[in-house]
Protein backbone atom coordinates (compact mmCIF):
# COMPACT_ATOMS: atom_id res chain seq x y z
CA UNK A 1 0.00 0.00 0.00
CA UNK A 2 1.13 3.59 -1.01
CA UNK A 3 0.66 5.95 1.60
CA UNK A 4 0.28 9.03 -0.52
CA UNK A 5 0.04 12.64 0.57
CA UNK A 6 -0.93 15.31 -1.98
CA UNK A 7 -1.80 18.39 -1.86
CA UNK A 8 0.45 19.34 0.79
CA UNK A 9 2.70 22.32 0.97
CA UNK A 10 3.16 24.15 -2.14
CA UNK A 11 2.28 22.01 -4.80
CA UNK A 12 1.36 23.17 -7.49
CA UNK A 13 -1.61 21.70 -9.40
CA UNK A 14 -0.41 20.57 -12.74
CA UNK A 15 -1.78 22.52 -15.40
CA UNK A 16 -4.10 20.36 -17.59
CA UNK A 17 -3.01 18.13 -20.31
CA UNK A 18 -3.80 19.68 -23.68
CA UNK A 19 -5.13 16.72 -25.95
CA UNK A 20 -4.29 16.48 -28.98
CA UNK A 21 -7.68 14.49 -29.33
CA UNK A 22 -9.35 17.33 -29.23
CA UNK A 23 -10.89 18.27 -32.23
CA UNK A 24 -9.87 21.60 -33.72
CA UNK A 25 -10.89 23.61 -36.94
CA UNK A 26 -9.11 25.67 -38.59
CA UNK A 27 -11.02 28.52 -41.19
CA UNK A 28 -8.99 30.68 -43.80
CA UNK A 29 -9.67 34.50 -43.12
CA UNK A 30 -9.03 35.32 -46.38
CA UNK A 31 -11.80 33.14 -48.11
CA UNK A 32 -13.36 31.27 -45.83
CA UNK A 33 -12.07 27.97 -46.49
CA UNK A 34 -12.71 25.36 -43.38
CA UNK A 35 -9.74 22.62 -42.42
CA UNK A 36 -10.68 19.99 -40.03
CA UNK A 37 -7.97 18.76 -37.97
CA UNK A 38 -4.28 19.58 -38.66
CA UNK A 39 -3.49 23.10 -39.94
CA UNK A 40 -2.44 23.02 -43.21
CA UNK A 41 0.90 24.70 -45.20
CA UNK A 42 -1.17 27.20 -47.27
CA UNK A 43 -4.85 26.86 -47.89
CA UNK A 44 -5.89 24.70 -50.38
CA UNK A 45 -8.53 26.98 -51.93
CA UNK A 46 -6.94 30.63 -51.59
CA UNK A 47 -3.72 29.92 -51.28
CA UNK A 48 -3.07 31.66 -48.16
CA UNK A 49 -0.22 31.35 -45.56
CA UNK A 50 -1.31 29.11 -42.31
CA UNK A 51 -0.72 32.67 -40.61
CA UNK A 52 -3.63 33.42 -42.14
CA UNK A 53 -5.96 30.25 -40.73
CA UNK A 54 -7.88 31.24 -37.71
CA UNK A 55 -8.54 28.52 -34.59
CA UNK A 56 -12.41 28.13 -34.43
CA UNK A 57 -14.03 25.52 -32.31
CA UNK A 58 -16.01 22.85 -34.26
CA UNK A 59 -19.81 23.25 -33.62
CA UNK A 60 -21.96 20.58 -32.02
CA UNK A 61 -19.20 19.04 -30.36
ZN1 LIG B 1 -8.34 30.56 -48.16
Known amino acids: MTDEVR ?3 GE ?9 AEP ?3 ACTVC ?3 VEGELPE ?3 D ?3 S ?4 ENVPIPGM
Open 7 to 9: GVG
Open 12 to 20: KPEPEARGE
Open 24 to 26: MNW
Open 32 to 34: GYN
Open 42 to 44: KCP
Open 46 to 48: CGA
Open 50 to 53: KEDF
